[in-house]
C-alpha cells in the first residue's frame, strides 16, 4: 500500500511523490510518471520517468529503471538510469547501466557497471522498433572533433597575430 502525496517544488508548480512506507512489502511491476521514495520493500519491476529513492530502510530487489536513483538503502538486482548516486549507507549488488555514477564515501557497491543504454525503444503504431543511436554519436564525435581543430586554429593565428604586433612595436 502506497502513501501518495503532493509537494511544491516552485509556484505554480507540483509533483507527486509515491511513497512506499517503512513495513510495507509489495510485489510486482509498477510504472510511475512521477517520482518515488521506498522506505519499504519491493520485489519487481520499478520503472520511473523521474527519480527514484531507496532511504535507509529501503530495500529493493529486482530492476530499477529511472532518469535519477539515489541509494541510501539496499538495492539488488539492474539499475538503469541517466544518473546514479549511492549514499554512505547504499548498498548496491547487481548490475548498473549509467553514465553517471557516484559513490560516497561508506556506500558499497558489487557489482558490475556498464555503460548506459545505447539503444531506444520506439512504439510505433503499437509494433516495436529499435533504433541504434550509434550512428548520431559518431556523427556528434565528428564535429566535436572539427570544432576541436577549429579551435585550435583560431588559437595558432591569434598568437601570430600577437608576435607581429609585438614586432612591429
Known sequence: MGLFSRQRHSAGEQTTTTVIAKGCEVHGEFRLASDMQLDGSVHGVLKSEQGVVVSCSGRLKGEVWA???????????????????????????????????????????????????????????????????????????ELARAEAKDLVSVAANRKSVQKSAKSAS
Open 67 to 141: 532518469d535519477r536513483i539515489v541509494v541510501n538503502g539496499q538495492v539488488e538486482g539492474s539499475c538503469h538510469a541517466n544518473v546514479i548516486e549511492i549514499l554512505n549507507q547504499g548498498i548496491v549488488k547487481g548490475d548498473i547501466y549509467c553514465d553517471n555514477l557516484s559513490i560516497e564515501q561508506g556506500g558499497k557497491f558489487l557489482g558490475t557497471t556498464h555503460p548506459g543504454e545505447s539503444q531506444q525503444v520506439v512504439m510505433l503504431r503499437g509494433k516495436t522498433a529499435h533504433t541504434d543511436n550509434s550512428e548520431s554519436a559518431r556523427e556528434n564525435d
